[in-house]
């Protein structure tokens, strides 16, 4: 699992890796993963509750390009740049 992912300002993906962003690179073309791909979708919030003995979590995800591909995140470690109407 990926703690802290984003779609910065351009509508790219990026994920914290050793305390900074990384935009992530598509591996079907020359651009990064992003908006712009008819094959990336928006995030499903709170699509997999986990309950624990001591607390329950909330996770979220972002699928990508592949029906089996996502990204599993904490709902509160997503960051979305993107201006909204």
Request: with cysteine; net charge negative; glycine share 8%.
């Amino acid at each position: 699992m990926i703690q802290k992912i984003k779609i910065n300002k351009l509508g790219n993906l990026e994920i914290q890796r050793n305390g900074r962003w990384v935009e992530q690179v598509c591996p079907y073309n020359e651009g990064f993963c992003g908006e712009h791909c008819p094959l990336f979708s928006g995030p499903a919030f709170g699509d997999t509750v986990i309950t624990y003995p001591d607390r329950t979590e909330t996770f979220s995800s972002l699928h990508l390009c592949q029906p089996h591909r996502s990204i599993t995140f904490l709902q509160e470690e997503f960051v979305d740049e993107r201006e909204h109407d």
